[in-house]
C-alpha cells in the first residue's frame, strides 16, 4: 500500500501596502487585518490631493524599477 502524496501547502497571497510600491502590508497601523480596513489607505485615497500626490509617487517608483 502506498501512501497518498502530500499536497503542496498553498500559500495565501501576501496584500501589497498600497502607500508603499513593493512593501507588502506590514499592519503597521492599528487594528488593521490589511489594506482593506487600513484608516490611513482611506484617508490617502478619499482626498483627491493626496491620490494625485500618490499617483505621481507610484509612477515614479515603477519608473526606478524600470531602469533597474
Ligand atoms: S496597515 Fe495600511 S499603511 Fe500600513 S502597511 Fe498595511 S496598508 Fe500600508
Redesign the pocket.
Known amino acids: 500500500m502506498t501512501t497518498p502524496r502530500a499536497r503542496p501547502k498553498r500559500s495565501r497571497p501576501e496584500?501589497k501596502?498600497?502607500?508603499?510600491p513593493d512593501?507588502?502590508?506590514?499592519?503597521?497601523?492599528l487594528d488593521?487585518t490589511?489594506?482593506h480596513d487600513?484608516?490611513?489607505?482611506y484617508l490617502v485615497m478619499s482626498d483627491p490631493d493626496q491620490r494625485v500626490e500618490w499617483g505621481e509617487r507610484r509612477a515614479t517608483a515603477a519608473e526606478a524599477r524600470r531602469l533597474g
Open positions: 496584500a501596502c498600497p502607500l508603499r512593501e507588502i502590508c506590514n499592519l503597521c497601523q488593521v490589511g489594506p487600513c484608516g490611513l489607505v
